[in-house]
């Protein structure tokens, strides 16, 4: 921690990062979220996420960041947000390790340290296996945390599967660089549905019965936590971030975020920064 700056303006981070703040005080805005635990906590950020940060000089911990690039390459990571889906940006909440578990994970980022800096030719293969056994261990601690009556259900193979390959294209279908077909309407379940190869009422019935909220839900809160993140750590106009998320005019972008959360954009701004 040493060598991270304690203040940072908002930027867009473009690598995927576990972080774990042992011990210390300060303020962190990953994403929409500020609430920090004041416990030993892990953290994450996602490719293209909104993060900013404000700590004082006392914190200790380890932060990890990898490329998608190095996630392609991996035989080990390939499927990383199907096997770890607490890194998708609506599932990055931050949360407490256990204080007995402390002393396990910081092990594991000081062991990926120790061998990033040694001089063997297979480090990164070795590192790669470690990453996977930390984001192993987080899982476990994710699921504890999360309701445990939805992590019992019984859900079939190949519903969880479309429902992560869901979520995961709203998420890259936003990604500023995206390549996307003249007119494609993400705002609609039926442009995801085509691309999955099913029916728009196959696909909501399946996330539907999966998470408890419609298709249409899913993408609305994706929108919402981009807009939030905008509006919190950016000075874009409501005109730019309007035509970031692919909304065809400021008022029906504005009008959106209304409906959602009972404030203007403009006054959620305000409020953001006081």
Do not use: C
């Not at 390790?97 to 402390?102: A, D, G, N, R, S």
């Not at 309701?147 to 500023?176: C, G, V």
């Not at 035509?243 to 972008?253: E, G, I, K, M, R």
């Amino acid at each position: 921690m040493a060598t991270v700056k304690s203040q940072m303006e908002a930027f867009r981070h473009e690598f995927y990062a576990i972080a774990i703040k042992a011990d210390g005080d300060g303020k962190v805005v990953s994403g929409q979220f500020s609430d920090f635990p004041d416990d030993s906590s892990i953290f994450f950020n996602t490719p293209f996420q909104l993060i900013s940060w404000d700590i004082t000089p006392n914190w200790k911990g380890y932060y990890i960041m990898f490329s998608q690039d190095f996630v392609a390459q991996s035989n080990v990571l390939s499927e990383l947000l199907t096997l770890f889906p607490f890194l998708k940006m609506d599932k990055s909440i931050p949360f407490v390790i256990p204080k007995e578990q402390l002393k396990p994970v910081l092990a594991i980022y000081e062991s990926i340290w120790k061998e990033y800096n040694g001089e063997a030719q297979d480090k990164f293969q070795v590192i790669e296996a470690q990453v996977y056994l930390l984001l192993t261990l987080v899982k476990r601690f994710f699921e504890m945390q999360i309701d445990q009556e939805t992590a019992q259900q019984n859900l079939k193979a190949a519903d969880l599967k479309l429902l992560s390959r869901y979520q995961t294209l709203i998420q890259t279908s936003f990604y500023p660089d995206a390549k996307l077909e003249t007119f494609s309407n993400l705002h609609s379940t039926s442009y995801y549905a085509e691309k999955l190869s099913v029916h728009p009422n196959h696909l909501n019935a399946v996330v539907k019965g999966i998470s408890g909220i419609t298709a249409l839900n899913h993408i609305h809160n994706h929108i919402l936590s981009l807009s939030k993140s905008y509006l919190a750590q950016t000075d874009w106009s409501v005109k730019e971030i309007a035509y970031a998320l692919h909304f065809d005019s400021p008022n029906n972008f504005s009008s959106f975020f209304k409906k959602n959360t009972g404030n203007t954009p403009l006054t959620y701004r305000q409020e953001s920064n006081l």
